[in-house]
């Protein structure tokens, strides 16, 4: 498995966000999926957050996985705005896919949330859409933000 450059995972990260953005849009939770060809870019899927229990990342890899083989999805890579919760990890998992890229760490977004950890599992309660998107504009700015000065270092 060949690795993404620098430049393809900046676009697919943000082709990711601007399909939270959709969500967002659309009254959903901010969080956004892309499926990735192993060629590094050809997007056979893309996903927005559905609900509570139909994530982005999870509706995905079910979708991905009744189109294609295991073989077919190890060599390709989801990207997601968001570290994926233990339920879309263990979907993407079961599905196949080799590799995934995130934009955030859960701690992070849990930290900028205001959100804690309960009993350790970093399960955060919901959080109404509304609340949500002032925050998500604002990171999506310092995310911007670090990634052309990440770019640049390299």
Known sequence: MTEPSADKIARHLRAANAIAQRALDAGHHP???LLVGAD????LLEQGNVDGVNHA???????????????????CTL????????????????????????GMAE???????????VQGYGIARPMPVEDLAPWLAAHRER???ALRIGLKAR
């Open 31 to 33: 969080f956004g999926a």
């Open 79 to 102: 990207y997601t705005t968001v570290e994926p919760c233990v339920m879309c990890a263990g979907t993407q998992y079961w599905a196949h896919i080799g590799r995934v890229v995130y």
């Open 57 to 75: 990342e999870a509706v995905l890899a079910r979708t991905a996985a009744a189109r294609w083989s295991p073989a077919e999805l190890w060599e």
């Open 143 to 145: 995310r911007a933000q």
């Open 40 to 43: 590094h870019e050809t997007v």
């Open 107 to 117: 701690h992070a977004l849990l930290a900028q949330l205001g959100c804690r950890h």
